[in-house]
């Protein structure tokens, strides 16, 4: 049981992206499924949410309930592995004549501009195209079983007559690579398509003012909990004198339709901190910082060339995303001569601060290291 949950499930030895034939920890105790239409893991976990809803909300007690998917995670192994994501047995073959997206970046034609352990990687075959291709329709189509389970809960909680009370919020945590810049897969790498993700959240009418239909200012997941506290009227405490200090900002003014200060020049970080090499990515560590408009990255160990092994390696990247949406054009070029400007001044002091903050200025306590983050 994981601490400070009332019932805690988890799918054991998830590195395999196990669909069929796997194990779930339920409050502890191992429960095994295997290769049925039932034993899918998007089922059981859909069916295990409702049974968890059913039991809990009638108590008309606060429930805080988090969903985590499988899909659309690619099996590495076993049944359904030849797809990469696998899909319910219901959707199987849907989505099979849609395209792959062609971005400007994918397969980009001149990397020469990218650090050196981006800039000799080989053109991308016919071959992993198809691969991608695939690859992507088993993604949509498993993500057709995560829908029918947003379907389910939200028709139970409106049952339970507890929509008007209930928040739903939709995030995922990374995007993946089908081919931009030359990689072939995977979330790893500090662009766009693995670190810009839409989040989305039904806010009921009694948490705010009028209609809000979206919201162009960039937010981050350390801002879920002071947000998710803020509407639970809660406090990041164990006891008195024992409180977490959070580096997010509670969102609720932006889901109300205002423009508080913090939010129009916001930095946010951007960070990867992997002791091992991996064989499909030359990313080990980096950290950079995003404002509206431009985003700076700093590696400091990338895979060595013959590979096996992170080894340092300190080069740059920093891209106008207003002018380069696609980051096709490292202004840091070849991850070393960055321009001279005031803006590259502005961002390093920026990535300095924004690793060490801790914190928000007028909510939180003084931090002992660092400043506070915005």
């Known amino acids: 049981m994981a601490p400070g949950w009332d019932e805690w499930y988890t799918q054991l030895d998830t590195s395999q992206g196990h669909y069929y034939d796997w194990d779930l920890s339920k409050n502890g105790k191992k429960i095994h499924y295997g290769d049925k239409p039932g034993d899918y893991a998007p089922r059981v976990f859909e069916r295990s949410a409702v049974r968890l809803t059913r039991r809990f909300v009638p108590r008309h007690k606060p429930l805080y309930l988090e969903v985590d998917e499988i899909a659309p995670h690619p099996r590495l192994h076993g049944k359904g592995a030849g797809c990469g994501p696998v899909p ?8 099979a004549d849609v395209k792959l997206p062609r971005p400007p970046s994918l397969n980009e034609a001149d990397m020469s501009d990218k650090p050196s352990f981006m800039a000799n990687e080989p053109l991308l075959t016919q071959h992993d195209i198809h691969r991608m291709t695939r690859h992507y329709r088993c993604g949509l189509a498993s993500l057709q079983e995560v829908d029918r389970t947003v379907g389910h809960l939200y028709r139970e909680f409106k049952h339970l007559g507890e ?4 928040v739903f919020i939709f995030y995922t945590d990374n995007g993946v690579f089908f081919g931009e810049h030359r990689i072939g897969g995977g ?4 662009f766009e398509e693995a670190d810009r993700t839409p989040l989305y959240i039904r806010l009921p009418a009694r948490y705010r003012n009028g209609h809000v239909a979206q919201v162009s200012q960039p937010v981050a997941n350390i801002d879920f909990a002071p947000t998710i506290l803020r509407l639970a009227h809660a406090k990041p405490c164990r006891s008195p004198g024992h409180c977490r200090v959070m580096d997010g900002r509670n969102l609720l003014p932006l889901l109300r339709g205002k423009s508080p200060a913090w939010a129009a020049e916001r930095s946010l970080g951007v960070e990867l901190h992997v002791a091992y090499a991996n064989r499909r990515h030359a990313v080990c560590v980096y950290a950079g910082v ?4 431009v985003v700076f990255v700093r590696h400091t160990r990338a895979t060595h060339r013959k590979g096996g092994r992170c ?5 740059r990247e920093r891209y106008n995303l207003d002018q380069d949406p696609y980051e096709l054009h490292n202004l840091c070029f ?17 990535l300095v601060r924004i690793r060490h903050c801790s914190g928000i200025r007028g909510r939180d306590r003084k931090p002992r290291n660092g ?4």
């Open 88 to 95: 319910d047995p219901r959707d199987l073959g849907k989505f």
């Open 290 to 293: 995003r404002l509206p408009g």
């Open 371 to 374: 400043g506070y983050c915005e």
């Open 163 to 166: 929509l008007s009370r209930t």
């Open 334 to 350: 070849g991850g070393r001569g960055c321009p001279n400007d005031r803006e590259q001044r502005r961002l390093r002091r920026l």
């Open 187 to 190: 979330k790893l790498y500090p």
């Open 311 to 315: 080894v340092k390696d300190v080069e």
